[in-house]
C-alpha cells in the first residue's frame, strides 16, 4: 500500500468499519480510500498507470475493473477537466468505490457502474472514450497461489473475463485514434502484442517496470491506439526502489504528484 494508514481513533471523515476495513490516504492527491482488509488490495500499480497514461483535459476515461475506485479517484484528481465511468464486476466492490468516489467529493465527474467487460457492448456505446485504463486480473485460471481472501482471486485470475475479452471491451469502448493503457505483468507481454496485432491495435509505447535494477522486471505499461498504425516506443524502465532500497525519485514524483491536482 503506498499510502499511510489513517488511524480511525486519530481523524477520519470517512465512515468505514475498522473490523473489515482500513482508511488508506494518498496525500498527494488529497484522497482517503476505503478498503478491505482481507480483501483485494491495490499497490503502487494505479499510480504508475495513471501516470504513464498523460491524461489531456477533458478527457473521458473508462476503467475496466475498477475495484474500490482507485483509478477513477486517481484520475479525477490529476485531471480536472476529465470525466470517469469505473466497471466492476463484484458488486460489493461496486458498492465500496461509490461510496470512496462520494466520500471524496467526485460524485459529479465519477461513475461507477456494475458490470463485466464481456457484457459491456450492450451497456454503452461504440467510442464513448477518449482514453481505457485497466489493471486487469494477470493471471490465467488454475495458475499462481490461491489465495484465502475473498475478493482477490477474482481480482488476480481471469473469471468471466480473458485478456482477449478485456482488449477488445477496450477497443469497443474508445473512439477511433483514441488510447488504451494497461499495466499487466511481464508473463503475458508476448501474448498482448499477438492479441493487440489480431484485434488491429496498434502497440504505442511499451515501458517495463523493475522492483530495483538488479531484479528482474515484474509489470509492464503499454499504450496502444485504435484506427491508426505507429512505430513502437520503448521507454526507459521504471525502476520502483533505488540503490539504497528506499523509493526512487521517479516512483516519490508520482505518489506526490501535485501539478494539476492544484488546479482542482
Known amino acids: 500500500m503506498p499510502g499511510r494508514v489513517v488511524d480511525p481513533v486519530v481523524e477520519s471523515s470517512i465512515p468505514f468499519c475498522a473490523e473489515t476495513e482500513t482508511l488508506d490516504e494518498l496525500t498527494g492527491y488529497r484522497l ?29 476515461v473508462a476503467d475496466l475493473g475498477t475495484g474500490c475506485g482507485v483509478i477513477p479517484l486517481l484520475v479525477a ?10 466497471i466492476e464486476l463484484q458488486e460489493g466492490m461496486a458498492a465500496l468505490a461509490r461510496r470512496n468516489v462520494e466520500a471524496n467529493g467526485l460524485a459529479d465527474r465519477i461513475d461507477i457502474v456494475d458490470g463485466d467487460v464481456i457484457s459491456l457492448k ?8 477518449d482514453l481505457v485504463l485497466s489493471n486487469p486480473p494477470y493471471r490465467r485460471p488454475g495458475t499462481g497461489k490461491v489465495s484465502p481472501r475473498a475478493g482477490r482471486d477474482l481480482a488476480r ?12 471491451a477496450a ?6 485514434n483514441g488510447r488504451i493503457c494497461f499495466i499487466y505483468h511481464t508473463s503475458r507481454l508476448p501474448e498482448v502484442m499477438v492479441e493487440a496485432a489480431r484485434q488491429k491495435l496498434a ?11 538488479k531484479m528482474a522486471a515484474r509489470m ?13 516506443q ?16 521517479e516512483k516519490l514524483r508520482i505518489y506526490r504528484k501535485e501539478t494539476a491536482i492544484e488546479r482542482g
Not at 234 to 249: K, N
Open 203 to 213: 502497440v504505442l509505447r511499451l515501458r517495463m517496470v523493475y522492483g530495483t535494477a
Open 234 to 249: 520503448v521507454e526507459p524502465p521504471l525502476f520502483v526502489r533505488g540503490e539504497d532500497g528506499g523509493y526512487s525519485e
Open 171 to 176: 477497443k469497443f469502448l474508445v473512439k477511433e
Open 122 to 129: 450492450e451497456r454503452f456505446a461504440v467510442s464513448s472514450f
Open 32 to 60: 482517503r480510500i476505503v478498503q478491505p482488509r482481507h480483501g483485494y488490495r491495490f499497490s503502487v500499480d494505479p499510480l504508475l498507470l495513471v501516470d504513464f497514461a498523460r491524461l489531456r483535459e477533458g478527457d473521458r
Open 77 to 86: 484528481r490529476s485531471e480536472p477537466a476529465a470525466r470517469v465511468t469505473g
Open 157 to 168: 485470475h481471469e473469471t468471466t473475463a480473458t485478456l482477449a475479452d478485456f482488449l477488445s
Open 220 to 232: 509492464f505499461l503499454v499504450e496502444l491506439m485504435k484506427g491508426r498504425a505507429g512505430e513502437l
